[in-house]
Nanobody, 124 residues
Framework: QVQLVEAGGGLVQPGGSLTLSCTASKSVFSFNTMAWYRQPPGAQREFVASSTSGGTAAYAASVRGRFAISKDLAENTLYLQMISLNSAATAVYYC??????????????????WGPGTLVTVPS
């Protein structure tokens, strides 16, 4: 069973920066895609950023230019660097990992894993 554990959340003042980490129980390179999602208070979970195994990154329009996703293959860790934070960034941030492969009966299999989340609070 793959485990993902986020860390780095906390209280940060508006305009500040924060880096979240997500440590996986196996090589991050083994996942087709890893991503960050967030769930603001009273809202649905939303996409923040993703990174494919080939290194292609994608960002939500609301964070593009301020957030950066990266991986440390040696540490099996996914990062999310966040700068110029505002109150809209207040949310529980979740790490997601997605893998696909062919099963023993040649059937396509896909699995998605989630971490428990880490809370980021930016006061207004």
């Amino acid at each position: 069973q793959v485990q993902l554990v986020e860390a780095g959340g906390g209280l940060v003042q508006p305009g500040g920066s924060l880096t979240l980490s997500c440590t996986a129980s196996k090589s991050v390179f083994s996942f087709n895609t890893m991503a960050w999602y967030r769930q603001p208070p009273g809202a649905q979970r939303e996409f923040v950023a993703s990174s494919t195994s080939g290194g292609t990154a994608a960002y939500a329009a609301s964070v593009r230019g301020r957030f950066a996703i990266s991986k440390d293959l040696a540490e099996n860790t996914l990062y999310l660097q966040m700068i110029s934070l505002n109150s809209a960034a207040t949310a529980v941030y979740y790490c997601n990992a997605h893998e696909e492969y062919i099963g023993l009966d040649h059937e396509p299999l896909a699995y998605a894993y989630w971490g428990p989340g880490t809370l980021v609070t930016v006061p207004s």
